[in-house]
């Protein structure tokens, strides 16, 4: 929950138990533990799945478990020191539905902080809520809005919708020039044995005779 609080969860017989601990940031003060037992009223021959989901400014935490059909909440009541497992009426209660007569559990869970419809409660609207969104074994999505009567505070933050750009229009048209046609690539030139570029077409040597004396200086 903080660097100095936390909550363990163990399994003890066919159980889920959940302790809260709390550390103190003075070392002379000891380490203060908070046994909430079996808070799931956990059913035997089940997977242990323990889901948590906390309200950090509510200081409030959901948990789930697989073998337990309703979510529970822990949290701070005011005026009072520690964590406490809140008791819910029977209408507020988060249970997961049952399927043809059997119970589904839940599987996984988030809030939705985003939602922005008003919450009605009797002939009463407050402001949006935030949405308990939870999946079932079943695959069916629940959701549950959370309200928090001793704080005030809005938690939801709609999503802001980009601003519409309009589409722009241009009359000229870029001509499509027709591709040229690929240039063969020129052969390499051909090396003697030497090193030396050889020669392919050879000019015939000019004759002359062992008389001819046009080189005589």
């Known amino acids: 929950i903080s660097t100095f609080e936390y909550v363990a969860v163990y399994e003890s017989g066919d159980a889920i138990k959940v302790i809260h601990v709390q550390n103190q940031k003075d070392k002379t003060i000891p380490t203060k533990f908070t046994d909430f037992d079996d808070i799931f009223f956990c059913e ?12 950090l ?5 959901v948990l789930g478990c697989r073998r ?9 009541v ?5 964590q406490f497992l809140f008791n819910l009426d029977e209408r ?3 249970e997961m539905p049952y399927q043809d007569g059997d119970p589904s559990y839940p599987v996984g869970m988030c809030i939705d902080y985003t939602y922005e419809k008003p ?5 009463s609207t407050i402001p949006p809520s935030p949405v308990l969104i939870a999946l079932t074994s079943e695959s069916v999505l629940c959701s549950f809005k959370l309200l928090n009567y001793h704080k005030t505070e809005n938690l939801v933050h709609p999503i802001e919708t980009p601003a519409a750009v309009p589409p722009t229009r241009t009359n000229s048209l870029i ?18 044995l030497f090193g030396a570029p050889a020669v392919n077409n050879l000019s015939k040597p ?3 005779s062992l008389f001819d004396n046009t080189n005589t200086p």
């Open 68 to 76: 337990g059909i309703e979510l529970c909440l822990i949290g701070e």
């Open 119 to 123: 919450t009605v409660i009797g002939e």
């Open 44 to 55: 035997p021959g089940r997977a242990i799945n323990v889901l948590f989901s906390q309200v």
């Open 78 to 82: 005011p005026d009072k020191p520690g």
């Open 175 to 192: 001509p499509l020039k027709k591709p040229s046609p690929a240039q063969a690539p020129a052969d390499p030139p051909k090396l003697s």
């Open 206 to 208: 000019k004759s002359t």
């Open 57 to 61: 400014p509510w200081n409030t935490l």
């Open 92 to 94: 507020c209660r988060a």
